[in-house]
């Protein structure tokens, strides 16, 4: 399988209340990787949504490393959603971007068979 058709995952992790300036992307992967991590996720009640265009530039940022400032709008978009959501207002994104947990955490995945929504929620 080529490596453009992959299943494929990132994680971010963001305290908007902490020290850090923006999201670090803490666990990305390929195939069973990939498949372990949304697995995780679930499994720890986050937020689950596909975004393969999300995942595919979090997938060029080293491991433990702060998003650029380029991907600001796009993940502050996803943030946005994740607040709509679990404010009960849960409307769809505006935009194409993905995945998301409680707003320390969020999680992206282009997985075609997994589908978005709040699991163990």
Known sequence: MSRKHR???????????G??????VIAKGYG???EMIVQRAKEAGLYVHEAPEMVSL?????????IPPQLYQAVAELLAWLHRLESG?????ESGVAAAQDV???V???IA?????????
């Open 7 to 17: 299943r494929s995952a990132a994680a971010l992790v963001y305290d908007a209340k």
């Open 89 to 93: 207002a849960e409307d769809e994104p």
């Open 113 to 121: 068979d997994v589908s978005g929504g709040a699991p163990g929620r």
């Open 108 to 110: 992206a995945t282009d």
């Open 58 to 66: 979090l997938m060029q940022v080293d491991l433990d490393t702060r």
């Open 104 to 106: 320390t955490d969020v």
């Open 32 to 34: 069973m990787l990939a």
């Open 19 to 24: 020290s850090d300036p923006a999201p670090r």
